[in-house]
């Protein structure tokens, strides 16, 4: 079975510009997540989607991300227009339905760089 | 403000030695504390979690001690081997994980033969 993939998996692009992140999430896993590492730092929860539904989007830094899950299936975060300090490794994850124990696989994560 | 707080942030292990990785949590809510570990290029992946109604859980090497009351909680990797090398991650969830994962700065633990 396939795990969570993370497309592309490194991206550079400049300041003023518009990025475009996806991730497949596991087959028939409801809840997909966002999350962030800035060099150095933790990594931080950005969103969580149940299906194609926000459950919670309290980790969005700003108005320039814009995340979308259409049909509950791949989801896209679109940062526009990118500034220096969205730069770090964007980690998507998914687990099944609601449940104790119940795991979220990451994926292997975007490095994005805005210079 | 951390609410997981994780040392060391580097740590150097003889083969065969105890790796030691410490974390303190603010929020008396979190009902489930997971641990991931991360290899270079991929994503963290779940090592072992545990609950805060069990004081310690131990799956292979692997053993989380849980101290509630201190609202601390550790990762103890015996005989340690170059493998175990990585970034490992504390974390903290509510509802079993189901929601957000906060997690702690990570641990990169290097062990040398």
């Known amino acids: 079975e396939a795990g969570v993939t993370q497309f592309p998996s490194h991206s550079v692009i400049e300041k003023g510009q518009t990025v475009t992140l996806r991730c497949d999430p596991i087959?028939?896993?409801?809840?997909l997540y966002w999350y962030r590492r800035v060099m150095g730092k933790e990594i931080k929860f950005l969103l969580h989607?149940?299906?194609?539904?926000?459950?919670?989007e309290s980790g969005m830094p700003n108005n320039r991300f814009l995340a979308e899950r259409t049909g509950g299936t791949y989801s896209t975060l679109k940062v526009q227009p990118a500034e220096l300090e969205d730069s770090g490794v964007y980690f998507c994850?998914?687990?099944?339905?609601?449940?104790?124990?119940?795991?979220?696989?990451f994926g292997q994560g975007t490095r994005l760089t805005v210079v | 403000q951390q609410q997981v707080k994780q040392s060391p942030q580097s740590l150097i292990v003889q083969k065969g030695g105890i790796s030691i990785i410490n974390c303190a949590y603010e929020?008396?809510?979190?009902?489930?504390f997971p641990w991931y570990q991360q290899f270079p290029g991929k994503g963290p992946a779940l090592l072992i979690a545990?609950?805060?109604?069990?004081s310690e859980k131990k799956e292979g090497r692997f053993t989380i001690s849980f101290n509630k009351s201190a609202k601390q909680f550790s990762l103890h990797i015996m005989d340690s081997q170059p493998g175990d090398s990585a970034t490992y991650f504390c974390?903290?969830?509510?509802?079993?994980?189901?929601?957000?994962?906060?997690f702690g700065i990570g641990t990169k633990l290097q062990v040398i033969p």
């Open positions: 994850a998914s687990s099944p339905k609601q449940g104790l124990n119940t795991e979220a696989f």
């Open positions: 974390a903290a969830s509510l509802y079993g994980g189901y929601q957000k994962v906060t």
């Open positions: 087959s028939g896993h409801d809840n």
């Open positions: 989607f149940v299906k194609e539904s926000k459950q919670d």
């Open positions: 545990i609950r805060p109604d069990v």
């Open positions: 929020n008396t809510a979190f009902d489930y």
